[in-house]
């Protein structure tokens, strides 16, 4: 049982903005925390970055192919969107939440 193409959207729509930052860190040459660990270096980060970019586009390409033409794509944009907005918000409550626990330590 595959996912439907407003899911495969919406997860195109996390994995495309969570490949924002980290790869805006490997081109500073700044360390960010990833899977692989807390203090990751730049390639670390480029990589993770390039792996969610191209997961992301992956996901978004399946679901225009499943919609049959490119005019379907559109019906899809708000769950894409939404995936967007859903990882904006997480980092919001996630990077507060952390410096709250930092001023606390």
Same mark, same amino acid.
């Given at each position: 049982?595959?996912?439907?193409?407003?899911?495969?959207?919406?997860?195109?729509? %996390? #994995?495309?903005?969570?490949s924002?930052?980290?790869? +805006? =860190?490997?081109?500073?040459?700044?360390?960010? &925390?990833?899977? @692989?660990?807390?203090?990751?270096?730049?390639?670390?980060?480029?990589?993770?970055?390039?792996a969610?970019?191209?997961?992301?586009? %992956? #996901?978004?390409?399946?679901?225009?192919?499943?919609? +049959? =033409?490119?005019?379907?794509?559109?019906?899809? &944009?708000?769950? @894409?969107?939404?995936?967007?907005?859903?990882?904006?918000?997480?980092?919001?409550?996630?990077?507060?939440?952390?410096?709250?626990?930092?001023?606390?330590?």
């Open positions: 049982m595959g996912l439907s193409p407003d899911a495969r959207a919406f997860t195109a729509g %996390l #994995l495309v903005s969570n924002a930052p980290h790869l +805006g =860190t490997a081109v500073a040459g700044r360390r960010h &925390l990833t899977p @692989f660990g807390r203090n990751s270096g730049p390639v670390v980060n480029l990589v993770w970055g390039l969610n970019l191209a997961g992301g586009l %992956l #996901l978004l390409r399946t679901v225009v192919q499943a919609e +049959g =033409t490119d005019q379907k794509w559109y019906s899809r &944009l708000v769950a @894409f969107e939404s995936g967007c907005a859903a990882f904006a918000m997480w980092m919001a409550v996630t990077e507060k939440a952390l410096s709250v626990m930092r001023t606390r330590d």
